[in-house]
């Protein structure tokens, strides 16, 4: 690299948090069965499919988007029954919105707490904005250990506070009233991170007029949308209108809101691929507990957890026979020799079963 002044390099000019930072790593997938990232595996029905295109046809993409996204947030609202009285902020992806809460409240010395292992995004960002990071130690099975929760809060006084429910990579769903007990005992906000709702028996969004410190997060990634990046922050308009100014005006592009805001019309569409999803589970986990020598956790996700000897073989070797899931082993203590699959379709998920089998007999 040339330039006028050799000094001027990243290792010299940049923080050495970030220097030190590793990037997000996405493998390669191409010809892969595809269960490593939460995707949903359906596509839609071609009447849909058709009728996007037309509009995406006819989209003024030469235009700017509307930076409130109105007719979008009046469609999220129906789709998810927000409370009167509660609005939406929306993000490009549900990251970009943990981002602006942290980007919101990193004072020198401010704290974000979440639980480990859990959604790694959350100290990743905490670092970017600067702040300081603690991570509670999840208790038996996953669950939270509220007395170590409460006294780390009390210690650290965190600003914000994420809870992934269910979390990832565990996909358990924490315990409704420990939850509750953590909102009360927080000093700062706490956000409920609901990727995975579309998937779980239990939401806090009812719960949202309840806690004027709790703001709930959601993401249609998982829903059949990740590749419009969309998410959004629920809450009182006493938070959202701050963050609203921290937002950047056009961070939810034109095909997006117009995409998002027709599959949210046809939300049933969506939820009943959801529901196929969660009969997926359930028969990939009952034929995950069959197999000798693995153990899956329970999950109200669309991914399920489990462990097994030389996990870093096993991943190796369902990628030699064509299947992507992903290695958590090294990655935390608590999951040594776990990995996590997404439930994709039927045929990927027999084809997963196989090669999973034979792989496990290979190394035996
Ligand atoms: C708990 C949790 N929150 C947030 C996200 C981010 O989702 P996105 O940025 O696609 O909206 C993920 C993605 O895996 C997640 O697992």
Redesign the pocket.
Known sequence: MSSANPAVAPENLFRPEVLELHAYHVPPASGMIKLD??ENPHLLPQSLRDEIARMVANAEINRYPDAGAHRLKAEIRKAVKLPAGMEVLL?N????I?QLLAMAVAKPGAVLLSVEP??V?YKMIATFVGMGYVGVPLGKDFALDLNVMLDTIKRERPALVFL?YP??PTGNLFDTSSVERIIEAAPGLVVV?E??YAFASDSFIPHLARYANLLV?R???KLGM?GL???FLAGSVAWLSQLEKLRLPYNVGVLTQLVAAKLLEHHDVLLTQAENIKRERTELSGALAVIRGVHAYPSEANFILFRVAKATQVFEGLKQRGILIKNLNGGHPALADCLRVTVGTQHENGQFLIALQDTINQLA
């Open positions: 990232a939460m993000g992806g549900s990251d970009e943990i859990s959604f995004m992934a979390n990832n991170d990727a995975y997060m993401t249609f990634s990740a990046r969309l998410g």
